[in-house]
């Protein structure tokens, strides 16, 4: 059993959980994602490990109530704990010895699994400018968070109704202008905003690295559900990823994909035919 040991809700929608996962946490890297369950009657979800600490053995996690698993999860309180959580799984996330400036874009959610990829970054000595975007005030998160780390934040709402208005890349966009140069481009949030966000690095000649997070069932390539295709070649995301080339992702086969589970992710509600019980 893995102890919750802080709980904390980030906005309405979106909770932090810090859990006791010692032998992951030993392991654990930027980018990487675990598989949890909260009971023998729950489904398997995936969550990005939004960060870590090996001294104190823990793995943080962060996530939207969405559908019947993340409400369960939701529900639960510290000192409750969980059944299983898997990890650390998929690609850690490889930079050049010899960065010298990054931008990393966290869209919505996505800020959670930036904010790791900032840490790493900035204890590499890499000047990293963090672009984070949301549809209002109401919805941001670990703004104080990545502030210890980026060297320049810059917050984005579609709104405006805080800070800069409009979209990530439209900031992006302005610092590459501006005479910028970076020499990688990390973006991680919604597909139609990764797809634009490597659409602009891509005439610039920015190496850009997407975070691909399709629907997901085991995590061990043997299901083929978060099959992805990359440069006219399958991968899947749980072991080739989940971080690709976005010059080369096929976006709009993606978010094609995704939208055929959209209805079935929200009910989360279907007999499991081997095992004999509603499941979800």
């Known amino acids: 059993m893995f102890k919750i040991l802080e709980k904390k809700a980030l906005n309405e929608q979106v909770t932090r959980m810090v859990i006791d996962a010692p032998l992951i946490a030993k392991k654990a890297e930027p980018g990487q994602f675990i598989i949890l369950r909260i009971d023998e009657y729950g489904e398997r979800i995936p969550l990005t490990i939004a960060d870590y600490n090996r001294e104190d053995g823990t793995v943080t996690i962060i996530f939207q109530e969405v559908g019947k698993t993340t409400k369960q999860l939701g529900a639960l309180n510290e000192g409750d ?152 070649k399958t991968k899947f995301a749980c072991v080739d990823g989940p971080d690709f080339d976005g010059h080369q992702v096929d976006f709009d086969e993606a978010i094609r994909r995704s939208a055929m589970y959209k209805d079935k992710e929200r009910d989360a509600e279907h007999y499991c035919q081997l095992e004999g019980m509603n499941n979800g």
């Open 81 to 232: 704990a969980l059944l299983d959580f898997v990890g650390p799984l998929g690609m850690a996330t490889e930079y050049d010895r010899d960065l010298k400036r990054a931008a990393v874009i966290g869209g919505g959610l996505g800020t959670a699994i930036a904010y790791p990829q900032i840490k790493k970054l900035a204890s590499m000595g890499v000047e990293t400018d963090a672009i984070i975007g949301f549809r209002n005030k109401n919805l941001v998160i670990l703004e104080d968070e990545i502030k210890e780390h980026a060297s320049n934040l810059f917050v984005t709402t579609d709104d405006g109704s805080y800070s800069h208005k409009g979209f990530v890349t439209d900031v992006l966009k302005d610092q590459i202008e501006s005479g910028v140069k970076y020499d990688l481009v990390v973006a991680i949030g919604p597909l139609v905003m990764m797809k634009f966000v490597s659409k602009l690095t891509k005439q610039y000649g920015i190496k850009t690295v997407v975070s691909m997070n399709p629907v997901m069932i085991d995590g061990t390539g043997m299901c083929g559900g978060c099959r992805i295709t990359v440069d006219g």
